[in-house]
């Protein structure tokens, strides 16, 4: 059975940092894609940003662009979301998810999703 569990989640002050992690178990998340999506209340789920494992990290979400990274610890089966200069909009439920083949914004094209976390924006 495959597991995705985020943490690192909480409140923050705009301008502040994050890191979200996404572990994974009964499924090896190397060489898989691996995406974030993001739900702000009362929106649909939105993809920001994926990582390709070897072709490159994709952006959706013109916004997070230089304010948001990825990256992995394959020895933990963990992958990162790094958010820093966070802002008020930033706030939402984030979504880790396993791609089914590419890196893609579109919910369909992954298979396994973790549970989410809230992260809150504000002062």
């Known amino acids: 059975q495959v597991q995705l569990v985020e943490s690192g989640g909480g409140l923050v002050q705009p301008g502040g940092t994050l890191r979200l992690s996404c572990a994974a178990s009964g499924l090896r998340l190397y060489g898989y894609a691996i995406g974030w999506f993001r739900q702000a209340p009362g929106e649909e789920p939105e993809g920001i940003i994926c990582?390709?494992?070897?072709?490159?990290?994709?952006y959706y979400d013109d916004s997070v662009k230089g304010r948001f990274t990825m990256s992995n610890d394959n020895a933990k089966n963990t992958v990162y979301l790094q958010m820093n200069s966070l802002k008020p909009e930033d706030t939402a439920v984030y979504y880790c998810?396993?791609?089914?083949?590419?890196?893609?914004?579109?919910?369909?094209?992954?298979?396994?999703w973790g549970q989410g976390i809230q992260v809150t924006v504000s002062s």
């Open positions: 990582d390709s494992r070897g072709g490159g990290i994709a």
């Open positions: 998810a396993v791609a089914n083949l590419w890196c893609s914004a579109a919910r369909s094209q992954y298979t396994y």
